[in-house]
């Protein structure tokens, strides 16, 4: 009998625990992401459990449309190149240390700032989504509803969180978004070795 999809465990446990949340009060502070409590208190499963809950309903449909779209792909090539075994551990892999990749900025700004927390699985997300765009350069992917080439998507990705970090006030932690997309090109640089000149060489055709 097939096993179920790693990408629909996630997504469902993602939702099933940030619904919970929005409910429980003690629940959001146990998992939400508190550098100081990492630091002094070494409280470090922090990293990885804010994945799991969200600011709102909005965030939370937002990051879980953006990581069913790509992650059944991702865990899809996973799977086919090393096998269900490796290569469900490879997607997690991807997705759970971009997570815990995506805190570090905010480790090194906040580890004695008490009051600063933040949520979500943006960091994840971004991860799992600038992999697909550099396994697949040419497809065409949308930001805001715009559609472009993956590898413009790329630039535009990391141009409007740069923008975004420095000139928008905003409870967005947009240093997370870009430190999760890094470790995304890292890992998936490392895990298919080519992958790199391959998109720099679909890139070129274009021109």
């Known amino acids: ?53 969200h600011a709102d309903g909005i965030h939370l449909a937002l990051n879980m449309f953006v990581f069913y779209s790509f992650g059944r792909v991702m865990e899809s090539i996973f799977t086919m190149n090393w096998g269900s075994t490796k290569g469900g551990a490879m997607f997690i892999g991807l997705y759970v240390l971009g997570g815990a990749a995506a805190t570090l900025p905010s480790m090194r700004k906040h580890g004695d700032n008490y ?63 870009i430190w999760g997309a890094l470790f995304g090109i890292v890992f998936i640089s490392l895990a298919v070795p080519n992958s790199i000149p391959r998109f720099i060489n679909q890139v070129l055709s274009v021109f």
């Open 1 to 53: 009998m097939a096993s179920t999809p790693l990408t629909f465990i996630i997504l469902a446990a993602t939702i099933i625990v940030s619904w919970r949340a929005f409910e429980q009060s003690g629940l959001f502070e146990k998992l939400l992401h508190s550098p100081y409590r990492v630091k002094h208190q070494k409280q470090y499963y922090r990293l990885f459990s804010h994945m799991l809950v």
């Open 115 to 177: 009051g600063y927390n933040s949520v979500g699985a943006s960091g994840a997300v971004s991860a799992l989504l600038m992999a697909y765009m550099v396994l697949f350069p040419l497809n065409e992917i949308a930001f805001f509803f715009i559609p472009m080439p993956a590898f413009i998507g790329v630039f535009v990705f990391f141009l409007l969180e740069h923008f975004m970090k420095r000139n928008v006030q905003s409870n967005i932690a947009h240093d997370a978004h």
